[in-house]
């Protein structure tokens, strides 16, 4: 079993993060705000998912801005990780969910392998994101300003696909 940290400012990622949980309860056992989380409790996990949103030119919020260095101490090497970010595709389309590929960075350079990390941009529409590589986005995106009605499906696809991951090599 894991577990879920993730980074909020308004609550929209709590509920995300928790309804993520929900769709894989078989790999989440607990969810935690990253400003609460101690790089002892990462390090013992073997399967993490982190998310969160992104603020003003593409940045990370502040809980997660604070917490990045402690990643430096953190070894993630055979840790299966999974992504997922908020994001608000038409008042921010020029860096769309692009907080997230600052985590994707630190935790590839940690060694950590980033599972359910092609997903498909289709069905979004914004000019720019820095969490595209390869023409995928490096993880869930989740639209609750414009589009929340997607997000159960959105959250429903993903959540096969990190299965499909974790578990095919267990």
Known sequence: ???????????NTTS???????ALPELIEEIKCIDKAKAEEIQACD??????????DGELTDDWADFLPQFDR???????????ALGDQVGYTYNFVSAMKE????????GGQVVAN?????????????SVVAGKFVGLVIDEVN???LTSDRISVWAELVRQE???AV
């Open 1 to 11: 079993m894991g577990k879920l940290f993730y980074g909020t400012m308004t609550g």
């Open 16 to 22: 995300v993060a928790e309804a993520i949980q929900a």
């Open 47 to 56: 399967f993490l998912i982190f998310g969160g949103s992104t603020w003003g």
């Open 74 to 84: 953190i070894d993630l090497k055979g840790k299966k990780v999974a992504l997922f």
């Open 103 to 110: 985590i994707y960075d630190k935790v590839k350079e940690r």
């Open 118 to 130: 092609c997903v498909s941009t289709e069905g979004f529409d914004f000019s720019h994101s820095a």
């Open 147 to 149: 589009e929340p009605d």
């Open 166 to 168: 974790v578990l095919s």
